[in-house]
């Protein structure tokens, strides 16, 4: 159940100061989030993964469909990708690993001091 | 063991730190992929609502900006202050990133954002003197109240804009490449204005030339580089009467003028060049169906997205005008406003002179001037360039202007002679005041007064208004020359060798209502010899001759005709010179391949359209033959400068036997019936390799292509389905083209339509970015909305209505 909360906390707080702070906020938003829930390692990686790949896809996919893909496709070309949906994928994985890894360092950031 | 805990953490902040940072050239990929702030922030929603309201300071009233289904903006304000000021928050509203690089291009300071690999462009930039001649016209422009208030407003607008702007709300361009934008001056806008002068003045034959005169026999030279081409239909119609000349005839000075190249002057290989061109014209009301005049104009300029323009019509209590400006410079360029018309085309007048510099021995600070020694001027450059420590170029300037090439930066071919540079973009001029007064002009004589403050780049202007005047000017400001002079490099140390009187504006080449009943320019010679000043330039002529020849015969003519003679692909240089070629080969043994090519050759009617095999087939041909005939003769002339197509062509009617259509690499002596068939049968050969590959369809092999201008395929088309080539009217080359059509009807309510192969969005994230594209490339045009000049606007007409409100 905390995992779930945690990962929710972590999508709607990064969507909110990421429009204050530069897009590394997202690391520290997982990394403290998963510091105080105290989640174990694992799922500290999960939940900042699937927290931050959560608000990035639903951002991205609300800009892309208003948008009619014009630019998901442009960028797709430009990054040698063959299909928009693809350069979706890659936004996405690159936000839920930066995630990740941060709620990974907060827990184990948390297990030096517990 | 428990600290081990830590290494996560620095995992982590690695992975940040390095998808954070630019790395190889590659853009920082964590910020760019950032749905919120990164690129996903400029997909724009295709239903954006651009209907607002912001409150801006420095505004002085309220200005509306009312949006069409295309995104032109029509602007009504109430002073030319705010006027300016909004024209400047919508140019870099839409078009911010190619404002910024277009001047730094100019500027020499493209190293600055993108690295080393440009360093040469850029100190070439500062070498020509761009910075020195937009200081200059800069002062000028500063010093006239009229355009002072234009370009202050016009930058306070942009720089409004600007500092509205977070990272998130940066032209894409910006994230891709790493930088961000900078301040806006009014410098900018004079760079903006020399980058154009650049562009249509900067190309110069006098190297080459020079180069060729001493190594030709002179009979030779005459012959295959004659000073203008014969048969020429000038701009100003032959028969047309000339004033005398309120200027002297200045004697030809002795050969101690000219300057002589070596061979060993030169050290490496040649590049090619590509020339430019446009086509305007104007029928009076007695050769057009509704009986008043019709106006077209399409100047040909590099294809890019973002467009090199952007359409807008801009209202003040005294000015109701609509065209094409060009984002970094406030005002409208070509267009036309609720009384008068006018297009441009580029004049090619030689206003680019070279001088051989004279340094003094063992004294780099000086040179030999008229028996003087006289020190450079010195002008440090500094280059930032990204990544890397500045560089440092300092440029001697002498009486004519900078040098631009010396032992330390070479010229064309390696040229290692130190080279001054005499250009008329140097000058102070002001050529937006033209642009103020053309804007607001109602008749001829307040055009005339206008167009006087255009002196560089020189174009061929042409005029009609709603009273049923017709008019064509040769517009700019010109030397009085001796004859030849500056057409090679001249002597830098003879003080006889100096631009001496310009030539009054008053007596520059123009008609006013010729009997012929209408008037035309397409980069040809601009008179016949009866002009009573001497000038060169780089003149092309088969365009002219096609429109000429055309609108000699037209009567009663729509606007749909206009359309399709803008649309023509109706080549001259083919119809003149096939049947020649098709008389050598068609009697010689062919391959059955041959044979089936040269059919579809003897059935073309000549036309280079999109998907017709024989225009590929005769354009190949063509191309062959002619590096054939000249590549052996000319390989080592800097700059490739080969006989004109045109000559070329003349040469193949009237002599068979020039002794230059021998291959000077073989053995054997050929004559131009082996040039012929070898050229044939290299054509047949292209073509089997372009079945198998791109396909030989016209449109397939030439491909032409919009580029964005930081060369990103992904943002670019190419391979578009557009017939033409340089020399037909439609002139759609591969990276070149018609860059705006423009027909415009001076009925008592303007009738005008207009196409341009872009969009008025610069962001290659939104719908308006290559919007009219597949209309210019089918020939297709727009109703252009001519709003009348009021505070309400019918709404239907109206899509969405910015306010811009003072801020309080």
């Known amino acids: ?114 | 063991m428990r600290l081990l805990r830590i290494v996560p953490l620095l995992i982590t902040i690695v992975l940040v730190y390095v998808l954070n940072k630019p790395i190889l050239g590659l853009p920082a990929f964590g910020k760019l992929l950032d749905p919120i702030n990164g690129c996903w922030a400029n997909a724009e929603d295709v239903n954006n609502n651009y209907t607002q309201k912001f409150s801006l300071q420095q505004l002085q009233h309220p200005v509306t900006i009312w949006f069409d289904d295309r995104l032109v903006p029509h602007i009504h304000a109430e002073n030319d202050h705010d006027l300016y000021f909004a024209e400047g928050y919508i140019h870099a509203y839409f078009r911010l990133w190619q404002m910024d690089m277009e001047t730094r291009a100019a500027a020499g300071r493209v190293s600055e954002v993108v690295g080393k690999k440009t360093l040469k462009f850029d100190r070439t930039q500062r070498r020509k003197g761009m910075v020195f001649g937009a200081e200059n016209s800069l002062r000028v422009m500063e010093a006239d109240p009229r355009t002072k208030t234009m370009l202050d407003a016009y930058t306070a607008g942009i720089n409004t804009y600007i500092h509205s702007l977070k990272y998130r709300n940066y032209p894409l361009e910006y994230k891709l490449l790493g930088f961000a934008p900078e301040q806006w001056t009014n410098l900018k806008c004079a760079l903006l204005l020399k980058y154009m002068a650049d562009d249509l003045t900067g190309y110069t034959e006098d190297i080459p030339l020079t180069f060729l005169r001493d190594m030709l026999p002179k009979e030779d030279f005459d012959l295959l580089y004659p000073e203008k081409i014969s048969g020429s239909t000038p701009v100003i119609p032959t028969g047309t009467h000339f004033e005398p000349a309120s200027l002297p005839t200045i004697p030809v000075p002795d050969d101690s003028v000219w300057t002589h190249l070596q061979p060993g002057d030169f050290t490496d290989t040649r590049k090619e060049h590509d020339g430019k061109g446009s086509n305007n014209w104007v029928l009076s009301g007695m050769r057009t169906q509704s009986g008043v005049p019709i106006l077209c104009n399409d100047p040909h300029l590099g294809l890019n997205l973002p467009s090199l323009w952007y359409e807008a019509q801009l209202q003040t209590p005294d000015m109701n005008v609509y065209g094409v400006s060009l984002p970094g410079a406030p005002g409208i360029v070509i267009g036309f406003n609720d009384s008068i018309s006018w297009g441009f085309t580029n004049n090619y007048r030689d206003v680019k002179d070279f001088y051989a510099v004279e340094q003094v021995k063992n004294d780099s600070n000086s040179y030999w001037f008229d028996g003087k020694q006289v020190p450079f001027v010195k002008r440090m450059e500094h280059i930032a360039i990204k990544g890397e420590p500045d560089f440092i170029d300092t440029i001697n300037y002498t009486i004519q202007g900078p040098v631009i090439y010396d032992e330390h930066f070479h010229g064309p071919g390696g040229l290692k002679r130190p080279l001054a540079l005499c250009w008329m973009a140097h000058k102070s001029t002001n050529e937006l005041l033209a642009l103020y007064l053309l804007d607001r002009a109602k008749g001829y004589t307040e055009y005339v007064d206008a167009i006087f403050n255009f002196q560089c780049p020189a174009q061929n202007m042409v005029y009609a208004d709603k009273d049923g005047n017709i008019a064509i000017w040769g517009q700019g400001q010109f030397v009085n020359k001796w004859k030849e002079q500056g057409r090679f490099i001249m002597n830098g140390a003879d003080k006889d060798a100096l631009w001496k009187e310009m030539i009054p504006m008053k007596e520059n080449p123009h008609v006013l209502n010729p009997p012929q009943g209408y008037v035309s320019s397409a980069n040809q010679s601009v008179t016949d010899s009866t002009y009573p000043y001497w000038y060169n330039g780089y003149f092309l002529e088969f365009r002219a001759w096609r429109i000429n020849q055309v609108l000699g015969e037209t009567k009663k003519a729509t606007v749909q005709d206009m359309f399709n003679l803008q649309n023509d692909t109706y080549s001259v240089l083919a119809a003149n010179t096939l049947p020649i070629m098709l008389r050598y080969v068609r009697n010689t043994s062919l391959t059955p391949d041959e044979k089936k090519y040269l059919n579809k050759l003897i059935n073309w009617r000549y036309f280079l359209s999109a998907d017709d095999v024989a225009a590929s087939l005769y354009q190949i041909w063509w191309d062959k033959l002619y590096r054939d005939i000249w590549s052996d003769d000319f390989e080592k002339v800097p700059d490739n400068l080969w006989p004109l197509p045109e000559r070329t062509m003349q040469l193949l009617q009237t002599d068979s036997t020039l002794k230059y259509y021998d291959d000077k690499n073989t053995p054997a002596v050929e004559g131009l019936k082996d040039m012929m068939v070898r050229s044939y049968k290299e054509t047949i050969d292209t073509i089997g390799k372009l079945e198998k590959t791109t396909g030989v369809e016209w449109y397939k092999v030439k491909n032409t292509t919009v580029e964005h201008l930081a060369k990103l395929p992904a943002f670019s088309f190419a391979n578009l389905k557009i017939g033409g080539w340089g020399n037909t009217i439609n002139a759609a080359k591969h990276d070149h083209g018609p860059s705006w059509r423009m027909v415009v009807q001076m009925s008592k309510d303007i009738e005008a339509y207009g196409v341009y192969p872009g969009g008025q969005s610069g962001n290659p994230g939104s719908k308006y970015y290559a919007s009219f594209l597949q209309n210019w490339v089918d020939g297709k045009y727009y109703r252009l909305l001519f709003l009348p000049n009021q505070k309400q606007q019918n709404i239907t007409d109206i899509k969405y209505t910015l306010t811009l409100q003072p801020k309080l």
């Open chain 1, 1 to 114: 159940m905390r995992i779930i909360i945690a990962t929710f906390f972590i999508a709607i707080l990064a969507f909110v100061v990421e429009y204050y702070w530069p897009w590394w906020i997202i690391a520290v938003v997982a990394f403290v989030i998963i510091f105080l829930f105290n989640l174990n390692p694992g799922r500290g990686f999960i939940a900042g993964f699937l927290g931050i790949a959560i608000c990035w896809l639903a951002v991205a996919l609300w800009r892309d469909t208003l948008n009619e893909h014009i630019l998901s496709q442009r960028m797709a070309t430009l990054f040698g990708l063959p299909h928009y949906t693809l350069f979706i994928v890659l936004t996405v994985f690159l936000g839920g690993l930066t995630g990740g890894l941060a709620g990974w360092s907060g827990s184990q950031t948390r297990r030096i001091f517990n």
